[in-house]
């Protein structure tokens, strides 16, 4: 794949969170939309008993903002220092600007940041 290879030095992960609604739903509440087998066949297969739910006005960016802003205050990071955000969803909050954007907004990081 010419083009897309490259070499990125000094860049490290320092650190992982994670944020999710507190609201949830039971999956086997599918069960008459799906089938009960089908349903009950599902939770075994990916053992995915319960889904959280957003609640509403909450988006992606909350729950991102949220999980950095404590990341970030635990790792004792300038936020004026940070030059690259990626943030990776199914979901975006709005198709422009990038989620990316709201986010280093939200957190306060320097203008310099590049958003992805």
Not at 22 to 27: A, G, L, S
Not at 48 to 73: P, V, Y
């Amino acid at each position: 794949m010419a083009g897309y290879e490259g070499c990125l030095e000094q860049i490290h992960v320092c650190g992982i969170a994670s944020a999710v609604p507190k609201r949830f739903i039971d999956n086997a509440v599918f069960a008459e939309q799906m089938g009960g087998k089908r349903n009950k066949r599902q939770i075994a297969l990916t053992g995915i008993k319960t889904r959280h739910i957003c609640g509403e006005g909450q988006a992606a960016s909350d729950f991102a903002t949220f999980a950095a802003d404590r990341l970030l205050t635990r790792l004792g990071w300038n936020r004026d220092e940070i030059k690259i955000l990626i943030f990776v969803t199914q979901q975006a909050d709005l198709s422009r600007p990038s989620t990316a954007m709201l986010i280093q907004r939200r957190l306060g990081i320097g203008a310099d940041c590049s958003c992805l």
